[in-house]
């Protein structure tokens, strides 16, 4: 009963892929079935069946030769990847497992199946097979420094791994961008053919902003959404490079400037008085001390207006 119910869902899921023009789609590295059988009740003889699984431009996918497998024809991509379900054969299952599939896999593929003793082979089936990629999940990155309002930043997205061509698109705070000239994507094909893909978002910040990409793959009708990013805006008074550390510096070298100066000040005042008193070398009185006061400030005050 779980072995029928592990059937049918196996049986949805690839009618779930498969398309209305016979297409069945198949993930790159992943395996795929490809379904063919034989509309009988009856139990047949392995030893009594051949079957040829073949490509459109007549390579040979598979053989089986009157219960063996025969590997002699086999064309070389396909060398290692090919399996029958053996325990099916009997009740005309002739349907073939592909494993590791490329790019290069797309095409038709027909099974032909021989009965010993009949005198003609028939073709059961003819599928096409469309390959796809998964696209990683994109990964957004932001600006490393810090973000100022009325700023220009870049966004970028990437993702990895997939086929055929994504369409990108991004959301700023949570709104989808329509066809913007903001928005450069770049496509790179990779050894295997696969597509990655680089998208760079341009927006000019007036707040807080949050940001997500995502990466459509129509064939797949899968769409991944990177994890939202968020970016908190700086004011606009502080994008001049100054941050709370410098000012306190700046101020306190401010502060001993003036007290130096102050200093100087001080110690010349003194030592102008010093001199003043050297001067007279003369017995000082009381008296010539006293009067000595205003006499120098009249000095300060010609020196000053000199
Ligand atoms: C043939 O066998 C495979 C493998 O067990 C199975 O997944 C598939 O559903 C079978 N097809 C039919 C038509 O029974
Ligand atoms: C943003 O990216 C574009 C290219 O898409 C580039 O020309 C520009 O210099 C970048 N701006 C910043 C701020 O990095
Ligand atoms: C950002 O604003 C400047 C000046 O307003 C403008 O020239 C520039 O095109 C804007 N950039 C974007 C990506 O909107």
């Known amino acids: 009963m779980s072995h029928f119910c592990r059937e049918l869902s196996l049986l949805l899921l690839l009618l779930a892929h498969a398309q209305a023009d016979n297409c069945l789609t198949a993930i790159v ?116 420094s810090p ?29 989808l961008l329509q066809n913007s000239r903001r928005v450069n994507t770049i496509l790179n094909r990779d050894s295997r053919g696969l597509y990655s893909v680089t998208s760079v978002l341009t927006v000019n ?15 797949l009708r899968e769409k991944m959404t990177s994890a939202e990013i968020h970016y908190l805006i700086k004011a606009e008074k502080e994008s001049n490079g100054v941050s709370g550390g410098t000012k306190v510096v700046v101020v306190l070298v401010a502060v001993l400037v003036v007290l130096v100066g102050l200093l100087i000040v001080v110690i010349m ?7 003043k008193h050297q001067r007279p070398r003369t017995p000082v009185t009381n008296k010539d001390e006293e009067s000595e006061a205003p006499l120098q400030q009249t000095q300060t005050r010609t020196t000053l207006n000199s």
């Open 269 to 275: 005042v003194l030592k102008r008085r010093k001199r």
């Open 147 to 175: 973000v100022f309002k009325d700023h220009e930043v870049n966004f970028t997205c990437k993702s990895t791994g997939g086929f055929p061509e994504p369409k990108v698109q991004w959301s700023v705070n949570k709104e």
């Open 29 to 144: 590295g992943e395996t795929v079935q490809i379904p063919c059988s034989l509309n009988t009740e009856e139990s047949l003889k392995t030893e009594d069946i051949s079957v040829e699984w073949k490509t459109s431009e007549d390579l040979i996918v598979h053989s089986f030769v009157k219960g063996q497998d025969y590997w002699t024809n086999q064309a070389p991509q396909f060398k290692g990847r090919t399996q029958l379900f053996s325990s099916e054969l009997s009740r005309g299952n002739l349907s073939l497992r592909l494993s590791s599939v490329s790019l290069t896999d797309d095409g038709g593929y027909t099974c032909n199946y021989h009965r010993s003793g009949e005198p003609t082979s028939r073709q059961l089936s003819q599928m096409c097979l469309q390959i796809a990629g998964r696209y990683s999940l994109p990964v957004v990155q932001g600006p490393a």
């Open 205 to 219: 910040v007036t707040g807080d902003v949050s940001v997500t990409c995502t990466v459509e793959n129509d064939r």
